[in-house]
């Protein structure tokens, strides 16, 4: 079984830059692909972006698109979230989870769910 650890969060201006990362321990790491999702206070679990190994492949929600990067090191066993331009609704806990479904979106196709890492963007 994985363990998922997350890291890297904290209080950022908007406009600002954040970089998470989700180490792995447990089992091979690279033959799954990885996501990560954030939930904000009063808000359902939502998918952020994912990536698989091989082949390589990333996507990412809409909302995210052009200024979130997901990224993986599969000698460190860890997955990154590099977060740029910041705005106020990207304020949240961001969770790392592993998915066997590449494509999907959906939280009830990813598990081993790490405890999350808060990120808070004022203004």
């Known amino acids: 079984q994985v363990q998922l650890v997350e890291s890297g969060g904290g209080l950022v201006q908007a406009g600002g830059s954040l970089r998470l990362s989700c180490a792995a321990s447990g089992r091979t790491f690279s033959s799954y692909p990885m996501g990560w999702f954030r939930q904000a206070p009063g808000k359902e679990r939502e998918f952020v972006a994912a990536i698989r190994w091989d082949p390589f492949g990333t996507y990412y929600a809409n909302s995210v698109k052009g200024r979130f990067t997901i990224s993986r090191d599969n000698a460190k066993n860890t997955v990154y979230l590099q977060m740029n331009s910041l705005k106020l609704e990207d304020t949240a806990v961001y969770y790392c989870?592993?998915?066997?479904?590449?494509?999907?979106?959906?939280?009830?196709?990813?598990?081993?769910w790490g405890r999350g890492t808060q990120v808070t963007v004022s203004s």
């Open positions: 989870a592993i998915g066997p479904k590449y494509g999907s979106t959906s939280v009830t196709d990813f598990g081993s």
